[in-house]
């Protein structure tokens, strides 16, 4: 079957660094993004990454490793905004849907 | 651009009405997606179109739940008749089927869903 598995929580300091992790189980792989809720709010998107490696978006990174099912995303200089949570998405093929991991609750302390 | 619209965004009814929740994506998006997220379930996908077509149901739940998307502006969700246990957001989302490369989910601010 299908799964995503993240932390269900994470907790950091104002402006340090912080990983999430995310490990997918998936009977193919087309790519795995990441998504930021803020309570009371919609999914946004936040990081894609189709191959191996890192990609940077400002304060955020994100990492792919395929041959590991794995992956990470990077949130650098923390700030009190952003906590929210942060869901991992795999998608298997070009033609089918998004699986979203049951994210990850990050909090951030002064 | 406005971004995906959904209505109702309260929604509070009793168990055994009907309830239809709408949609409209982002203009140009081929792809359109009903989500629902409970504590419990997390963020499950219902149901999908591309180009107005449904491609995959597999995620809603029973009979109860039907979706449609006549036009490429326009979706609805459809509970009848709804249960407490339905009770949940709703978000609906786009995005625009490139083929290759990444495939950006952009999503409407939910309709909140309580079935009493």
């Known amino acids: 079957g299908q799964s995503l598995e993240q932390p269900s929580e994470v907790t950091a300091v104002e402006g340090a660094i912080v990983q999430i992790n995310c490990t997918y189980q998936?009977?193919?792989?087309?790519?795995l993004s990441w998504y930021q809720q803020h309570d009371g709010g919609a999914p946004t998107f936040l990081s894609y990454?189709?191959?191996?490696g890192l990609e940077e978006t400002g304060r955020f990174s994100s990492f792919l490793s395929r041959s590991d099912s794995y992956g990470y995303l990077l949130l650098q200089e923390l700030q009190m905004k952003d906590s929210a949570s942060y869901f991992c998405?795999?998608?298997?093929?070009?033609?089918?849907?998004?699986?979203f991991g049951s994210g990850t609750r990050l909090s951030i302390r002064p | 651009d406005a971004g995906v619209i959904q209505s109702p965004r309260h929604e509070v009814t009793e168990m055994g009405q009907e309830v239809t929740l709408r949609c409209k994506p982002i203009?140009?998006?081929?792809?359109l997606f009903w989500y629902r997220q409970t504590m419990m379930r997390g963020l499950e996908l219902l149901i999908y179109f591309n180009n107005n077509v449904p491609i995959d149901d597999s995620g809603m739940p029973e009979d109860r739940f039907s979706a449609k998307m006549p036009n490429a502006s326009f979706s609805t969700l459809k509970i009848q008749p709804s249960e407490p246990r339905d009770s949940a957001v709703y978000f609906c989302?786009?995005?625009?089927?490139?083929?290759?490369?990444?495939?950006?989910?952009?999503f409407g601010p939910g309709t909140r869903l309580l079935v009493l």
């Open positions: 989302a786009s995005s625009l089927r490139g083929g290759l490369g990444k495939e950006t989910q952009y």
């Open positions: 203009s140009g998006h081929n792809s």
């Open positions: 998405a795999v998608r298997e093929s070009s033609a089918s849907k998004i699986i």
């Open positions: 990454n189709g191959l191996d």
């Open positions: 998936t009977s193919g792989f087309y790519g």
